[in-house]
T-cell receptor, first 113, second 114 residues
Framework: GAVVSQHPSRVICKSGTSVKIECRSL??????MFWYRQFPKQSLMLMATSNEGSKATYEQGVEKDKFLINHASLTLSTLTVTSAHPEDSSFYIC?????????FGQGTRLTVV | GNSVTQMEGPVTLSEEAFLTINCTYTATGYPSLFWYVQYPGEGLQLLLK?????DKGSNKGFEATYRKETTSFHLEKGSVQVSDSAVYFCALRSSSGSARQLTFGSGTQLTVLP
């Protein structure tokens, strides 16, 4: 099947700094990618839908100035957590759809200290 | 709105035991239903799916049947192996809406002991 690569898999950063997470579709083009966040023992919650060449669509309650999404090419979407705080510590997963099937990155464990 | 309720884990079984992970859903219309598996350190992978009522999805010995009357999509495997240890997510995709994104259950951690 298609491959979605997410980087980094783990990151630790200090409060107040920004962190960028990359999501790449390796062998297919993705006009739409999805960013999810998972809290411990909870569901994956959709944060935003990333659209190539246009603004991302954010879910209700997600701060777009806090979680900056850039989908500059058909194979790359980035999520930047700006001015990170400990409450932003979480597991972030991206997804891209090829045809009718969704493929997921391996996720990024973000810890803000 | 759409929601998925999944059996809480963790679940620990001995090798060759029978596995059931319960999943029920709430959705309007006729959603498609999925089971995803996440092995340690890897991304989610599609395990099986069903797109209409009474469909049975199957893969790698796992099965799940789309039961509209009980709004359920329980995952079963007759004889688990150590290599099945992973986190399993039940999910649905609505039949309507522009983005048609997935709605996930909370995930169930399965550990199979030799």
């Amino acid at each position: 099947g298609a491959v979605v690569s997410q980087h980094p898999s783990r990151v630790i950063c200090k409060s107040g700094t920004s962190v960028k997470i990359e999501c790449r579709s390796l062998d297919f083009q993705a006009t739409t990618m999805f960013w999810y966040r998972q809290f411990p023992k909870q569901s994956l919650m959709l944060m935003a839908t990333s659209n190539e060449g246009s603004k991302a669509t954010y879910e209700q309650g997600v701060e777009k100035d806090k979680f900056l999404i850039n989908h500059a090419s058909l194979t790359l979407s980035t999520l930047t957590v700006t001015s990170a705080h400990p409450e932003d510590s979480s597991f972030y997963i991206c997804s891209a759809r090829e045809s009718t099937e969704a493929f997921f990155g391996q996720g990024t464990r973000l810890t803000v200290v | 709105g759409n929601s998925v309720t999944q059996m809480e884990g963790p679940v620990t079984l001995s090798e060759e035991a029978f596995l059931t992970i319960n999943c029920t859903y709430t959705a309007t219309g006729y959603p498609s239903l999925f089971w995803y598996v996440q092995y340690p350190g890897e991304g989610l992978q599609l395990l099986l799916k069903a797109t209409k009522a009474d469909d049975k999805g199957s893969n790698k010995g796992f099965e799940a049947t789309y039961r509209k009357e009980t709004t359920s999509f329980h995952l079963e495997k007759g004889s688990v192996q150590v290599s099945d240890s992973a986190v399993y997510f039940c999910a649905l995709r609505s039949s309507s809406g522009s983005a048609r994104q997935l709605t996930f259950g909370s995930g169930t951690q399965l550990t199979v002991l030799p």
